[in-house]
């Protein structure tokens, strides 16, 4: 298959998700808590059926948030990586930073990413061979030279838990932000310049939004510098740090990471 194959799938299986939260209201919907306390809805359930329909062929693995993980993927050369609802918190409060989130992955590289933040009309789509489009337009990454005043996305729950304190010193503008996800696609897109996370995040967090960063030109690495290696037996990653180029060596040294 083609990666402009691949993409005009990403893209179709993202508008039928589109299509179908939409009978769903943010902010007006129940969420119940999962074994490790974090939140799901029907709508998560329910897209992440659509998107297994739409996306995954034989021979092919499947690795979702909603999805009971199965060995079997270790084996595949072709992994879709999906998080059917980025930002389920967000969504549940009726707060405009979730999103659906597509990666795919090849011998373990995020090859091709789409990611719709269906509230904000946003839909960002790429590949390592094509770059990134948002809406169809073509984006790049941040060329911007300097921290200072460079727009970094935080968690909203990390900063809420004070673990931004350190870096809230007027060298750079924190915006916290919903989705990491969806964090990952703006930076892609040039929207903002910054994104990082020192706490651990899954797979299906990451994989689309990474695939997008290093298309539009930028550069990532996980916070201990392994290597960032996807469709692993063990779906956390450390933590992840992503710029563009101009920033990525000055941001290390800033958050104390040895370049």
């Given at each position: ?18 299509k ?7 902010g007006?919907i ?11 809805t029907?709508?998560d359930v ?8 739409a ?28 998080d059917?609802i ?6 549940v409060k ?9 990666g ?12 719709c933040?269906?509230a904000a ?7 390592v061979?094509?770059?990134?489009t ?16 460079a ?27 919903g989705?990491v996800?969806?964090k990952?696609?703006?930076?892609a ?8 996370t ?18 539009a ?20 990653i ?6 563009g ?6 941001l290390?040294?800033?958050i104390?990471?040895?370049?």
């Open positions: 298959m083609s990666i402009e194959q691949d993409l005009a799938k990403i893209s179709g299986a993202l508008e039928l998700a589109r179908t939260v939409s009978k769903y209201t943010s007006k129940e969420a119940t808590l999962k074994d490790g306390g974090d939140p799901v029907e709508a329910e897209l992440d059926k659509v998107l297994r329909e996306l995954l062929e034989e021979g092919e693995g499947w690795l979702s948030e909603e999805t009971v993980d199965s060995p079997e993927r270790l084996n595949k050369k072709r992994v879709w990586i999906v059917p980025d930002g389920t918190r967000e969504f009726g707060i405009d930073e979730w999103c659906i989130s597509i795919l992955v090849e011998d373990g590289k995020p090859i091709a990413g789409g990611i933040n269906p009309d946003e839909l960002f789509l790429g590949s061979e094509t770059g990134v948002l809406n169809g337009k073509k984006v790049s990454i941040s060329k911007k030279q300097d921290l200072k005043g727009t970094v996305l935080a968690s909203r729950s990390e900063v809420d838990r004070g673990e931004w304190d350190s870096f809230i010193d007027g060298t750079m503008v924190i915006i916290p932000t989705s996800a969806y990952l696609a703006r930076v897109a040039g929207l903002d310049d910054i994104t990082f020192l706490v651990p995040k899954n797979e299906w967090d990451i994989a689309a939004g990474v695939a997008l960063v290093i298309a030109g930028g550069k990532l690495i996980e916070k201990e510098k392994a290597p960032l290696v996807f469709n692993r037996p063990k779906t956390l450390s933590g992840l740090i992503a710029s180029p101009n920033l990525f060596e000055p290390l040294k800033k104390g990471i040895e370049v």
